[in-house]
């Protein structure tokens, strides 16, 4: 099962004790701290566990306000970390001249709906007066609590801590891997490995469902498809899996089956039977129950015309060979059923900033499993804010073998 994180995001200017308290909540030299302006170079993230919080990502990003040739490239990154913090900790040097990098984060925060927290980072005795300064040029920093203290000294870390938990509200709630598990009721699990599959172990996907069925007293039956003879329709494979219901001593409620696997299982799997994919559970699961929204995305495709461009977005980096699902099956399917329509790629876990995104028609979503919710949903509020419909590998692969197998895939969900 995917631990789920509160992600604490540390933000402000270059030299206002941000690593600091990195260290100081980390209670070690997670990163690195110099007077040189501009030491952190890039976000550096640590996972910890705070008692009375449970398990948390940190990130110490650069200074905002770096004005070198990297400066431009760091603020984007470190905006970009803000998308998906659940909490904001705005650290603030009261003896600065000016306060306009603060704003922005504030302001920032504010459209982005996110909880921050302002710490005033004292690094030596200040005036009363300084801290008045810097909310009268800043008014609007009063709606948010604010704490006082030195970060280099070990004794204001427990009061930092109180100060977080007494404050900030996690909205990081568990949600049911496969709803409709029942106890006692067997679930197959088709998952057809090919030249991909990573001996020793099952994909995540597939690991989550096993133990998620386990967990809830039910019974997880793996069945190893061979597509290719399927495809061929050779009848030894119809026969195998005919063979392998019959074996089963209940009959199962469900399958769960690999995406690429549709265009047999839209065929093979039995009418009284649920079914659903591996891709669509995970993308519900990791947007946190938005599956509607990518179901309503695959509405783009009935007007999808020669010239428009779709993005493939795939948030892992494993080695992709021969029928990958990403670069040579869904690419396939597009130009079989809409000539002419451009096909991009996006690997990995950054994504494309929005002015880049607003040329796409739809952007196709793999499940997700490499990616934590907050940054699926910072993706999702993007491509909502600019109006660019999205959908799942999953999805599509059902939608191409017709309206009737996306219908059925969905009815797990409802």
């Not at 005036?127 to 609007?140: A, F, G």
């Not at 704490?147 to 509200?169: D, G, K, V, W």
């Not at 907050?374 to 804010?385: C, F, G, H, N, T």
């Amino acid at each position: 099962m995917l631990v789920e994180r509160d992600h604490i995001g540390i933000f402000g200017k270059m030299n206002s004790g941000k690593s600091t308290l990195m260290n100081l909540l980390t209670q070690q030299e997670t990163s690195i701290v110099d007077s040189t302006p501009g030491t952190t170079a890039d976000t550096k993230i640590t996972l910890q566990e705070i008692h009375g919080m449970g398990p948390v990502k940190l990130f110490d990003t650069a200074g905002l306000d770096e004005g070198t040739g990297l400066g431009e490239k760091k603020r984007k990154k470190v905006l970009s970390t803000l998308k998906e913090c659940d909490l904001v900790l705005l650290v603030i040097d009261p003896s600065s001249t000016e306060f306009q990098t603060e704003a922005m984060v504030l302001e920032e925060a504010r459209r982005l709906d996110k909880q921050l927290l302002v710490i005033y980072n004292l690094f030596q005795a200040v005036d009363e007066k300084e801290i008045e300064r810097v909310e009268e040029q800043m008014p609007y920093i009063n709606f948010h609590r604010r704490l006082r203290l030195t970060a280099t000294n070990p004794a204001f870390r427990q009061p930092l801590l109180e100060f977080i938990l007494e404050n900030f509200e996690s909205k990081n709630q568990q949600l049911e891997l496969l709803p409709f598990v029942e106890k006692d009721q067997f679930y197959i699990l088709n998952i057809p490995m090919d030249e991909e599959t990573p001996p020793g172990r099952y994909l995540r996907p597939q690991a989550m469902a096993e133990e998620y069925i386990t967990r809830h007293w039910a019974f997880p039956v793996s069945y190893r498809m061979d597509l290719g003879k399927a495809r061929k329709g050779d009848p030894s494979e119809r026969k195998r899996w005919n063979e392998f219901l019959a074996s089963l001593q209940r009959r199962p409620k469900a399958i769960v089956t690999d995406s690429q696997a549709m265009d047999i299982m839209k065929d093979w799997a039995p009418d009284d039977m649920l079914l659903t994919t591996f891709s669509i559970m995970m993308i519900n699961y990791v947007s946190r129950g938005k599956l509607n929204g990518f179901h309503e995305g695959i509405n783009a495709l009935e007007h999808i015309k020669a010239g428009d461009r779709i993005l493939i977005a795939e948030a892992c980096n494993h080695s992709r060979i021969k029928e990958d699902i990403g670069i040579v099956q869904i690419p396939r399917y597009i130009q079989q059923h809409f000539p002419g329509v451009e096909v991009e790629h996006n690997f990995g876990r950054e994504f494309q900033e929005n002015k880049e995104l607003e040329k796409y028609s739809l952007v196709i979503h793999c499940g997700g499993c490499m990616i934590s919710g907050q940054k699926m949903q910072a993706r999702i509020r993007d491509l909502e804010a600019i109006g660019v419909p999205f959908t799942n590998y999953g999805i599509f692969l059902s939608y191409i073998q017709g309206r009737k197998s996306l219908d059925r895939v969905m009815v797990p969900w409802k």
